[in-house]
């Protein structure tokens, strides 16, 4: 399993990936979730991926691969972020077509989903989600983010936080707040992390960081996130039962 998270702000993006892969309790590995496509000045593509390692691998490199041929229909030749969408539903596609039988056969399910943003050229930043089947959505100004992998745990502080207009820096810690509540909570999700942050129309990556257990940031969050949370709750009253209407308790009759 594995945990990513995309937002699109008014300021640009904000990405964020972890890179365990399990196959069971003794048997962890790590790799990377996250590849970026870069050409300065032109287009800032990126591709976060979750599921089954082999199929989101042999997704990955097709398209990595497409990139290398030259007049080949590539995330270098799309003239927008929907075109770049719809290639990787293509290529999710035709992994399909040559793969889910013989998974099948193996009691293996076809599963694999994505996440795609960046710009190109003067379009807006945008920012997709694509499913096993190839079809995808697009984010919008009422939810400007994405999650794929184990999100459960790390979603409450990201709806309670998340607006399009909050900064990089702000949805950056939301972020990491919230795959460090992941981390906690499930073990198939784990360091090191990539973080990266694109800045609207500057069609340059701005930062793009690994960040490990040694990260001192990170490390600060770990500690005083846990720490602020029981606070909070050491803070709040009791349950006052004795102000509690009468009529609030449950009846054999209702």
């Known amino acids: 399993m594995t945990y990513c998270v995309a937002m699109r702000l ?29 050409r300065p000045g032109d287009r800032v593509v990126v591709l976060m991926s979750a599921g089954n390692l082999a199929i989101t ?15 080949h229909e590539s995330v270098w030749s799309a003239a927008t972020m929907f075109e770049c969408a719809r290639m990787v539903g293509d290529t999710v596609r035709k992994v399909y077509q040559r793969d889910a039988g013989p998974l099948k056969e193996f009691g293996v399910d076809f599963n694999a989903s994505f996440i795609l943003c960046g710009q190109i050229d003067s379009e807006p930043p945008r920012l997709f989600q694509i499913y096993a089947a190839g079809n995808f959505i697009e984010a919008t100004e009422d939810t400007p983010y994405f999650q794929i992998g184990e999100s459960k745990y790390g979603k409450p502080i990201i709806d309670r936080v998340v607006t399009s207009a909050i900064s990089l820096d702000e949805a950056a810690k939301c972020a990491l707040i919230s795959m460090d509540s992941t981390i906690r909570s499930n073990l198939s999700v784990g360091l090191p992390l990539d973080l990266l942050i694109y800045r609207c129309n500057e069609l340059k990556v701005a930062r793009h ?9 990170f490390s ?13 709750f050491a803070e709040l009253p009791d349950p006052d039962w004795a102000n509690w209407a009468d009529d609030a308790s449950p009846s054999a009759d209702r």
């Not at 960081?209 to 940031?217: F, G, H, L, Q």
Request: glycine share 6%; net charge negative.
């Open 220 to 232: 600060m969050i770990h500690g005083q996130w846990g720490a602020s949370l029981r606070r909070v």
């Open 10 to 38: 008014d300021e640009g993006l904000v990405c964020l990936s972890d890179s365990r892969t399990n196959a069971g309790v003794d048997h962890i590995n790590t790799f990377r979730k996250m590849t970026v496509f870069e």
């Open 209 to 217: 960081v690994s960040i490990d257990a040694e990260n001192p940031y």
């Open 57 to 71: 691998q042999a997704v990955v490199n097709l398209l990595r691969e497409h990139a290398t041929v030259q007049d």
